[in-house]
């Protein structure tokens, strides 16, 4: 299929965009590149969270040739004082003759805002190009700006005869290491990892994340934010879980009035209502995680955890972990209870991605059913 | 990669057995070609159950010209009287001088009796090449004659969050139309469905199989044989149900001592033990299909009568459909109970293929942790 100059060097822009998977997040993924015709004379991409934006990259790295060049970029430049200045600004100081960019930053500091200002400085301005697949990138950026809330993601792992857990309550494990081992490097794309305390207590898990291969540099990586979440509405956490004794951040949602215990500098403790014994509010969870710029939550939790998300539909994403084996038995741990979906509403997700591993396959899905 | 004459002609009777997929069970599936050289001069398949076989119709094709060529097939030819005359007196009085095949047939008539029938005539014989690739075609077959029961294949449709039915026990539809019409090609390749009376009083449904593109010629689909078998401890089957009123021969398994109902021609009641009250033995009703000639058994029941199976484990092949939905609920129908595998096991099935639908995925497990 012919493309046009513009598409092809926005999809430069989404490539480099997506080198900041995992490490911008609140903020968008973006990438920048400035050309003189057919030629790339800068580029860059937003590398971490507090780092310089694309444009300013891009630009730092063009020079003084920028000027009279075009600046593609996969989302409209901020225009406003936000954790560095604005990239219009830049843009403008620059000398660049036009600007190309896929889709308006529905940021309300932004929000085509940023149109007027450089047309009003003489830069002509083309948008719209490539919208949907600079929409598909930054889809956790829009739902975090849009609904006021982090992306969430429930993730579990089955069997094939639908079960997460075997009679007793064991779960280790259904997956093989590889389909585990992806699960890591899944870790990294998000913000924080939500489970419950049940799972601490049986499992005594570490939580954490694998750098995948793109992220190799080290004074980006030490930059990720990462923090770990456990609901435990009556404090049971056991002081030796190992869990505590790592430096990520770890929040313990429990119910209020509880007293906290002798807990590390890098815990804290943040009590919230309870919807019925034992269940916390998840509403009063979430919202706190957006107040302190959590773009995207993975939840890992057992039934109830899950279940709890899917009480309110507040999910965006699932990734299904199937692993090949039958579990058997009567005592029944299903991924989620709760809500009741009519069989014949018609209500499909959406199939986003199917992946195989030797023994295991991984079905990633996206509601559409339509959420909070 | 390069490939021999021996493997080329071969292949092209892998493909041309295939086209008796679901027509020749229990008989295995057979394709033959003559040549001369480099060039084919005959080419046949066993077309269905009590046709000729395929080394016969090759024959037949290369007529005089046969004399002094190769014989190439992907099964050891028959050297006993069954439906048909052996196809050893007609390969040696057609003056074939080469016999190429790849996997000795494990039946106790044949089982290698025909190289040395071949031989002693002057008919040189290769055998053993493509053999994985074969054995593969007719692991149906080589289960039919070597475990002396139908290969069994359970299969189940459940949503993302591991359910075959909702609360209610309702299961119509978890999958999409297109995932349900790709199981009723399905049904085509075997020769016998099974499910329980449950089903038949809740959805009333007719078990049919569709024709596959394939098997467009009516004088060789219309040899189909298909049997619909249904387990019904207390003869609870309704006169009205739709299944007793189609052509199909209908199998009602009950237990011993039930008095038979007014019942069309079509159907045949067979008595047997129960092995907990309302719980047929699944053993005896295997080894009476066997006796049938039922070569390939395709299990489609709820919970009780998948489990029933899984019990024994008795299934080679399990289908999972997953449709992309959730169902939520507490009072759970998973697809199996029973017998339960410790997690510790590494007990994994074998992916054998996926099949992704619009809103439904389909995983196809073979199973390998040894059955009986």
């Known amino acids: 299929m012919k493309q046009s100059r513009d598409e092809f060097f926005l999809k430069k822009c989404l490539a480099l965009a997506r080198k900041g998977c995992g490490l ?15 030629r790339m004379i800068g580029w860059g991409w937003h590398r971490g969270y507090g780092l310089p934006h ?40 620059a000398g660049i003759r036009k600007v190309v960019f896929s889709t308006i930053d529905p940021n309300p500091f932004v929000n085509g805002k940023s ?11 083309r948008y719209g190009i490539l919208e949907k697949e600079s929409n598909e990138l930054n889809e956790t950026y829009f739902t975090y700006i849009n609904k006021k809330r982090p992306f969430i993601s429930l993730k579990w792992a089955m069997s094939v005869d639908g079960k997460i857990a075997n009679e007793k309550g064991e779960s280790k494990w259904i997956t093989s290491d590889e389909a585990r081992q992806y699960n890591r490097r899944l870790r990294f794309e998000y913000d924080a990892i939500l489970t419950g305390i049940n799972t601490i207590i049986r499992d005594d898990p ?41 430096s990520a951040k770890l929040i313990i949602f429990t ?46 939790g057992g039934t109830k955890v899950l279940t709890s998300f899917w009480r309110f539909n507040l999910f965006d994403r699932i ?32 199939i986003k991605e199917v992946v195989r591993f030797s023994t295991d396959l991984l079905l990633v899905l996206k509601n559409v059913l339509g959420n909070n």
């Open 24 to 38: 911008v997040s609140p903020n968008p993924m973006v990438g920048a590149v400035i050309s003189k015709g057919n």
């Open 54 to 93: 694309a444009e300013v990259e891009a630009l730092a790295m063009a020079g003084p040739k920028a000027k009279g060049a075009t600046l593609y970029v996969n989302l409209e430049p901020c225009c406003h004082y936000g954790k560095t200045p604005p990239c219009t600004d830049a843009i403008i100081k």
């Open 115 to 125: 149109i007027r200002i450089l047309e009003s400085q003489g830069v002509s301005v």
């Open 206 to 246: 570490l939580l954490d994340f694998c750098l995948p291969a793109y992220a190799a540099k080290k004074e980006i990586t030490s930059r990720k934010r990462y923090y770990k979440i456990i609901l435990d509405s009556n404090l049971r956490m056991p002081l030796s879980s190992r869990v505590l004794n790592t």
């Open 255 to 300: 119910k209020k009035g509880i007293r906290s215990g002798m807990y590390p500098d890098n815990v804290e403790l943040i009590g919230i209502d309870e919807i019925e014994e034992g269940l916390l509010d998840i509403r009063q969870v979430i919202s706190h995680l957006y107040g302190i710029g959590v773009g995207k939550l993975l939840v890992e």
């Open 319 to 350: 990734y299904a972990f199937i692993g090949a084996r039958i579990l058997g038995g009567t005592a029944v741990y299903p991924p989620l209870e709760g809500n009741i979906i009519p069989l014949d509403s018609g209500e499909f997700l959406c």
